[in-house]
């Protein structure tokens, strides 16, 4: 019976895990150079997902990465530094994959005026610098610069 019901536990975790889905994270951008945005809220289906009290100029802020489809509705509310509210809905899965895995970017201009971008994840790594090559004195006894008289 043990067994059993272990084997039950598995199946649902592994299951869960395997049927929630691709991931995806939704962000926000102030693109404005001098000036912070306040208030800024992100809502999905008319459900608020996170509320920033402020986002810096060129400044974005992210929200935790989530695992399924997106919502059908993505709301952002949002004060200037005037006072002026403003509100912004897109439909994020327009125009998208049916397996759509990375970013859904909500850029907001010095205008005030919003846009929705969709970045995809790439498994790629583009970069030509080797991160993951350690340096030379990295593992050596002797730290760089401390056996020096």
């Known amino acids: ?67 399924g489809a997106p919502p059908l509705e993505l709301t952002v509310r949002w004060t200037n530094p005037e006072g002026n509210r403003f509100e912004q809905s897109f439909n994020p899965r327009e125009e998208m994959p049916v397996n759509f895995e990375g970013m859904l970017f909500v850029k907001i201009g010095e205008d005030q005026h919003s846009e929705l971008v969709r970045i995809a994840a790439t498994s790629d790594d583009e970069s030509i610098l080797p991160w993951n090559v350690p340096e030379t004195w990295e593992g050596s006894i002797g730290i760089p610069g401390m056996g020096e008289r």
Do not use: W
């Open 1 to 67: 019976m043990h067994k059993f019901i272990t084997v039950v536990f598995l199946s649902v975790l592994l299951g869960g895990c395997v049927t929630q889905g691709p991931r995806y994270q939704i962000s926000v951008g102030n693109e404005h150079p001098q000036r912070s945005l306040r208030e800024v809220e992100v809502l999905g289906d008319g459900r608020t997902l996170q509320e920033f009290s402020r986002i810096g100029p060129t400044k974005s802020a992210a929200l935790r990465p989530r695992r």
